[in-house]
């Protein structure tokens, strides 16, 4: 019985290393063609405060692993820069307008380390 032991508790630390490293207990992105892994990472080793990941179905992903208010902040600036004017926010949707014209950015929680925008392709 003794010698089961080691090996069981050696194939446990192994299942649980790689279900952590592949972050396959992450919950499902809203896009299909990025991994769990390969988002995770670039917010983590990005030096950028948005970090682009990837565009589908009309829409361009960033992710960040800054705190709320401060990817708010980063999302006010880099939409500053392009011309574009913060009017409010409405839960998870931030509004914005230039000239005539109006925007909403939606932002998702993806886990408690990593939030996710979706911008309208072309801003």
């Known amino acids: 019985m003794k010698k089961w032991i080691i090996p069981i508790a050696i194939l446990l630390i192994l299942c649980v290393n790689l279900v952590l490293s592949t972050k396959v207990h992450y919950p499902e992105l809203p ?3 990025k991994t769990k892994l390969e988002v995770a990472n670039l917010a983590t080793t990005s030096n950028l405060p948005l970090s682009k990941v990837t565009q589908e179905d009309g829409y361009v992903w960033f992710v960040t692993n800054d705190p709320e208010d401060i ?3 980063s999302l006010k600036q880099r939409m ?3 011309g574009w004017e ?3 926010a409405n839960g998870s949707g931030f ?3 230039k000239n005539d014209e109006k925007v909403m950015i939606k932002s998702q929680k ?3 380390n990593y939030l996710l925008f979706q911008l309208p392709l072309g801003l």
């Open 95 to 97: 509004f914005f307008e």
């Open 86 to 88: 913060y009017v409010e």
């Open 80 to 82: 500053i820069q392009n």
């Open 110 to 112: 993806w886990t408690n």
């Open 31 to 33: 896009f299909t063609n």
């Open 71 to 73: 990817a708010l902040q």
